[in-house]
């Protein structure tokens, strides 16, 4: 079982980025799939989670800016990141777990992919 992330990369601020997490081994249609995010230094935190059924849940800092999707055909999330603030830059983690309704700890979550690095600066 492995989710891979990818899609991180070097902006501005103000910018845009879309991360990718696909998922393989095993059909995640019925789990709830979620991204974390862990700046340097910091704890692992919850940015947003998608529920099988295309339900969504944003942390605070991030509503209005960012945007969770899955194509469950494809067995793929995304992470649409808008108006990029310098604050957002963390390595990106995608996750899974069979739970329901939308977990924010991430001892919640049972598959975790490797992580994608956001940076955002001038």
């Known amino acids: 079982v492995q989710l891979q992330a990818s899609g991180g990369g070097l902006v501005q601020p103000g910018g845009s980025l879309t991360l990718s997490c696909a998922a393989s081994?095993?059909?995640?249609?019925?789990?709830?799939m979620a991204w974390f995010r862990q700046a340097p230094g910091n704890e692992r935190r919850f940015v947003a989670a998608?529920?099988?059924?295309?339900?969504?849940h944003y942390a605070d800092s991030v509503k209005g800016r960012f945007s969770i999707s899955r194509d469950n055909a494809k067995n793929t999330l995304n992470l649409h990141v808008n108006s990029l603030k310098p604050e957002d830059t963390a390595v990106y983690y995608c996750?899974?777990?069979?739970?329901?309704?939308?977990?924010?700890?991430?001892?919640?979550?049972?598959?975790w992919g490797q992580g994608t690095l956001v940076t955002v600066s001038s």
């Open positions: 081994g095993r059909t995640f249609n019925t789990y709830t």
């Open positions: 996750a899974a777990t069979p739970l329901g309704g939308f977990a924010t700890e991430s001892h919640a979550y049972t598959y």
């Open positions: 998608i529920a099988w059924n295309g339900q969504t």
